[in-house]
């Protein structure tokens, strides 16, 4: 009655197959919007990021730019300042020029007394001078800057006959701005020929060249190289003048040589210090009164710095080797109280294990005078002598217990009446031999260990009515 016949109409219900396809087809869709959904975040990302760093790029050439013009602005007003301060110090007159320098020995061929700083210019600076009508007073000076270097000293005008383009220094100038042997700081080209075809000169470098109102010296320091000038110079003074008068400036830095007849050496002497100071740090020293101080030569401040050097070095090694036996008294230190510490903790460790021995054996029995043993104790390792009155009857193992309880009181007896570190060493080591295991060896040469196991008596041993015997760790079989 509740069945279905042949060609009934009663419809099939939905498959479980077509709902798995159905479930596993909205996860798959779902799966693939996330997908998308995960990459279009990730390419909206790497937009980002590539925008992100294009702009700081962006900002970082910015900020280089503003950093160049801030240094070429910072420069600018730099070299305006320096002019300024150069017109002020120079009478109004700001005049320079970039020439090649070549060497030049005129001042000296004509026997000119101040030969050693004089230079010869071109025309044209000489004409710019007369039409800033700053040629009256004597020679111009001049600051002289080597492009390359920086190096820079001070001279003086011989005259105004050089080409357009040169400026002819002599050898003390050469030296002091690095120029005195061969092309160097120079450019290409400069080696050509300067002076005329009859007098080929090296163009040894670019130099500037700038007007310099001086003002003439009062005061100068000078420091000796060496520590010999002080030593084998007699009339100092007289050497000095003679030298000085062979210059028109000195620039300080400068380094002068002094050549002494008496000894037919010639001493390097530094100008440590100028007064006035000036901007270019450079003074005339014609037509003038200079007050001269002789400060210690380079050669002995070195050695005092060398000496000051050393000391301290020595301080520190002295310091490092104080901290050294510090921490080496301090170890020893903590080492000493560890072992104090050590040798407390085992000696209370040995009173305690002592007293229990002493107090572990049974009390003493009745001994039949007839069956009476005597033994003599040497206990090996703790100087102690039991002297025993038992039964032979008695057990060996029961004969050892007993040596202990006798050797342990001993030991605290002695302990207890010593309290120096031999009687502490004592116990710590008695306790040590009687906490292990011993066994009793009669005073005989080759004689063998009495068996102690169960059962086995002096008499069984073989032990007499007086007996030597030693308690001893057992040995190896």
């Known amino acids: 009655a509740g069945g279905v016949g042949e060609g009934g109409g009663v419809p099939h219900p939905p498959s479980s197959a077509m709902e798995f396809e159905l479930k596993r087809s909205a996860e798959r869709l779902r799966s693939e919007q996330a997908t998308r959904s ?18 700081a790029a962006r900002e970082a050439h910015e ?28 009478g109004g007159i700001a005049l320079q020029a970039r020439l090649h320098a070549v060497p030049g020995e005129a001042a000296r061929e004509r026997g000119i007394r101040r030969h050693t700083d004089k230079a010869t210019l071109p025309a044209r600076l000489g004409a710019a001078l007369e039409a800033e009508r700053a040629t009256g007073g004597g020679a111009s000076a001049w600051e002289v800057r080597v492009i390359a270097t920086g190096a820079r000293t001070h001279v003086t005008a011989l005259d105004f006959s050089e080409k357009e383009d040169v400026v002819g220094l002599p050898p003390h100038v050469r030296e002091q701005l690095g120029l005195e042997a061969g092309v160097r700081g120079g450019h290409a080209g400069d080696a050509a020929a300067a002076g005329g075809e009859d007098e080929p000169r090296p163009r040894l470098a670019v130099v500037e ?16 190289l060496t520590s010999d000038f002080s030593k084998e110079v007699v009339n100092v003074r007289s050497e000095l003048e003679g030298a000085l008068a062979a210059h028109s400036t000195l620039t300080r830095g400068e380094t002068l040589g002094v050549t002494v007849a008496s000894t037919g050496k010639t001493y390097r002497i530094e100008v440590l210090s100028v007064a006035p100071e000036t901007a270019s740090h450079g003074v005339s020293v014609v037509e003038t009164d200079v007050e001269v101080d002789i400060a210690p030569s380079r050669e002995y401040e070195q050695a005092v710095e060398r000496a000051e050097f050393e000391r301290a070095q020595q301080a520190e090694s002295a310091a490092r080797a104080a901290e050294e036996e510090a921490r080496r008294k301090a170890e020893d230190e903590a080492a000493r109280v560890a072992a104090e510490e050590s040798a407390a903790r085992a000696l209370t460790e040995a009173r305690a294990a002592l007293a229990g021995i002493a107090s572990s054996a049974d009390s003493d029995m009745a001994i039949d005078g007839d069956a009476e043993c005597e033994l003599l104790v040497d206990v090996v390792a703790t100087g102690a002598r039991v002297q025993l009155r038992v039964q032979r009857s008695m057990e060996v193992s029961a004969v050892i217990a007993r040596v202990k309880q006798r050797a342990a009181a001993t030991a605290l007896e002695a302990l207890d009446s010593g309290a120096g570190t031999e009687a502490q060493a004592a116990a710590v080591r008695a306790a040590e031999v009687l906490r292990a295991p011993l066994e009793l060896v009669p005073a005989l040469p080759g004689a063998a260990p009495l068996r102690s196991d169960d059962g086995h008596t002096l008499a069984l041993a073989g032990v007499g009515r007086r007996e030597r015997v030693i308690a001893r760790a057992p040995t190896a079989p």
Do not use: G, I, M, Y
């Open 63 to 90: 900020e280089r730019q503003r950093a160049r013009r801030l240094r070429e602005a910072a420069a600018r007003e730099e070299e305006a300042l320096a002019a300024e301060t150069s017109r002020v110090h120079n």
């Open 209 to 224: 060249v700038a007007f310099r109102k001086l003002p003439k010296a009062s005061h100068v320091t000078l420091r000796p």
């Open 38 to 55: 995960a990459a279009q975040l990730a390419r909206r990302d790497e937009v980002e990021r590539r925008k992100a760093a294009a702009r």
